[in-house]
């Protein structure tokens, strides 16, 4: 995109309700009381500093050192600052949570994986540290250490109380979002969920599609990790949650062996079903077994799923839950 280029002050009404330069579009949040301009690509928000301040240490402060003669944008009269490596469509949403709150959204109401990526990224880089928090809280929600809430998705759809997928972003990106803000107490589960997606290997290279259209892909550095860590998990999953199937137990008359081949089969062909490994029990898929085996297969399912998800982090090669909460706490 080329510079906004500076020109001679004109201060007159006419100038003032210029759209600007070709190819830069204002978005709805703009007021004409506003004291500074932020283009974040091509989009420009007219907004007042007080409000960021008060929000953001970090611009109250980029504020408090500007020059008094910080340059006038020749165009609308008032200081432009571009917002360099940021997404416009991000600053969108987070200036619209900050300036129209709750006449959006209510507090209980389910936010878009954009608002979440938004403050999540822009409340990292900027501190807007309530934002930040807010959106953490409803990540973790899903993805982090509390067995109570957590998702097992495999095929990338996001969908909960809390949260959900916006038609712009697909499954590629919500792993991205966790690899760049190191939100590592929800790293195992979204491995464990990259691995579980129907898609997979191929979607590593191939990329996810949005309801839009648009492709997102994952970074090399995370399509390799999985990559070298998969086998771990599968050892995982045969070691823990699957290792029923492999030894019945019932007395010298159960004939159960056939049945468990044939759920063998259904299990790891044509892939390894590994959404499966932190599901609940499936008492109708096994209705095959003997009682004996029934009962002792879900009570060896359940205690293994236990054993799979306290051991999650290490197949990642990641430190404990209790490190990794303690590494997130470091980062607030």
């Known amino acids: 995109m080329e510079p906004v280029h500076k020109r001679k002050r004109i201060d007159s009404p006419t100038n003032r309700e210029n759209p600007g330069p070709p190819g830069i579009s204002r978005s709805t949040l703009w007021f004409d009381d506003g004291n ?4 974040a690509e091509s989009i420009i928000f007219r907004v007042h500093r007080s409000v960021l301040a008060l929000h953001s240490p970090v611009l109250r402060d980029m504020f408090l050192l500007a020059r008094p003669d910080m340059d006038i944008e020749p165009d609308f009269g008032c200081p432009l600052v571009r917002m360099e490596g940021d997404l416009g469509s991000e600053w969108e949403e987070l200036l619209t949570l900050i300036y129209h709150g709750f006449s959006k959204t209510r507090p ?8 979440i990526s938004a403050m999540l990224r822009l409340g990292h880089k900027y501190s807007f540290r309530s934002y930040r928090a807010e959106a953490l809280e409803r990540f973790l929600d899903a993805f982090g250490p509390d067995w109570d809430t957590i998702m097992v998705t495999d095929d990338g759809t996001i969908d909960t109380e809390r949260m959900h997928m916006d038609d712009s972003h697909s499954w590629s990106d919500v792993v991205n979002l966790a690899y760049d803000l190191r939100l590592n107490q929800a790293l195992p589960l979204i491995y464990f969920n990259a691995i579980a997606h129907t898609s997979y290997p191929a979607y590593l290279f191939e990329g996810t599609k949005s309801n839009n259209g648009r492709i997102s892909y ?11 860590t998969q086998n771990n998990l599968y050892a995982a999953l045969r ?6 199937m492999f030894t ?3 007395d010298s008359d159960c004939d159960c062996w056939d049945f468990l081949l044939g759920l063998i089969s259904q299990t790891y062909t044509p892939r390894l079903d590994v959404a499966k490994a932190l599901g609940v029990w499936d008492e109708v898929e096994c209705q095959g077994l003997c009682s004996e085996c029934r009962t002792a297969a879900q009570a060896s399912f359940e205690h293994g799923r236990d054993n799979l998800w306290d051991a999650l982090p290490s197949v990642f090669g990641l430190p404990s839950w209790d490190v990794l909460e303690a590494s997130l706490e470091e980062l607030d």
């Open 108 to 115: 209980g109401d389910t936010l878009s994986f954009i608002q």
């Open 248 to 250: 019945p137990i019932g």
């Open 218 to 228: 994952v970074h090399e550095d995370i399509r390799r990790h999985l990559i070298c």
């Open 239 to 244: 070691r823990h949650t699957f290792s029923w």
């Open 36 to 39: 500074i301009i932020l283009q």
